[in-house]
């Protein structure tokens, strides 16, 4: 597990920033990391577009908003926040842009931020900007869709943690990540690892499936080594998401963590579950 001497929190000035701040917060006294507060101002012609306002109205208007979020700023979450030495940050641009190349320039540890899901059907949302962070950040994220309703501080355990791998190249890090939040916290780590359902269900596929179930134990008993760690191996038939969402609901899990696949150039790119893996997990998810 690497470093998380500094945490990155973006913020929107929105109720949905309470959760993510909470969880950043244990995190931060846990690991005595740096904690950032990002606030990105969005330039005039991002929201106005076409629209013919004057040139110097427009401008005013700019300079006064971000003198008002600069003082926003300052006090936001102070109450979520207190007893931490935050820094806090504006930009302006394009939100996602900024906070990925804010957190790859810093050396950010890892950055929390909720999916910014709307109403009854968020669990089939991913917020645009969550979504291009995930996509091109280098460094973990912590995200999900119940992030605002994150509970206390003080009643934020994170006893059970579940690590998703298909044994990609990315599993070794997810695995790492999840190895070290369990010794961190003193958890109880279980791996889970979803197999491709047989269609036919006849004698073929049965013996198919032992002897793929059989290679999935020995290579994760490799990495379990590797790691010096003896956690619960799950292994279930079905579609990805669903599997390991239903396996972290029904064992009431804390934290899930996921590996992203890797892409040419120094940004990481989202394995093709990832997305509905943090739209439908019922806890915090932590892509690496």
């Known amino acids: 597990m690497k470093s998380l001497a500094k945490i990155l929190l973006p913020v929107d000035f929105s109720e949905r920033s309470l959760g993510a ?22 330039p005039p012609h991002y929201e106005f577009g076409a629209l013919e306002i004057g040139g110097s109205m427009l401008t005013e208007l700019y300079a006064n908003r971000g003198a008002q979020v600069e003082k926003e700023l300052e006090t936001f979450l102070a109450g979520e926040l207190e007893g931490v030495d935050a820094q806090r940050v504006v930009l302006d641009g394009d939100p996602a842009r900024q906070i990925v190349d804010f957190a790859h320039d810093e050396n950010i540890g890892l950055i929390v931020m909720p999916t910014h899901g709307y109403g009854p059907f968020r669990q089939f949302i991913l917020g645009s900007i969550t979504a291009k962070v995930l996509h091109d950040a280098d460094c973990p994220v912590w995200t999900g869709v119940h992030l605002e309703e994150a509970p206390p501080v003080s009643a934020m355990p994170f006893r059970n943690i579940v690590c998703a791998v298909d044994l990609g190249p990315q599993s070794c890090k997810a695995l790492d990540w999840a190895v070290g939040m369990q010794k961190e916290f003193d958890a109880r780590l279980t791996v889970v690892h979803a197999m491709a359902c047989s269609a036919t269900g006849n004698q073929a596929d049965a013996q198919w499936r032992e002897e793929m179930e ?27 998401p669903k599997v390991v969402c239903e396996y972290a609901a029904r064992e009431k899990a804390d934290l899930l963590v996921i590996g992203r ?3 040419a150039g120094v940004f990481g790119r989202l394995r093709t579950n990832a997305y509905a893996i943090i739209r439908q997990s019922p806890c915090p998810v932590v892509s690496v």
């Open 21 to 42: 701040a909470r969880y950043a917060k244990v995190l931060v006294e846990h690991f005595h990391s740096e904690l950032i507060l990002l606030h990105v101002l969005t």
């Open 214 to 240: 059989h290679t999935v134990r020995d290579d994760m008993a490799r990495l379990q080594q590797r790691f010096g760690t003896q956690a619960d191996l799950v292994i279930e038939s079905g579609d990805p």
């Open 261 to 263: 696949g890797s892409a």
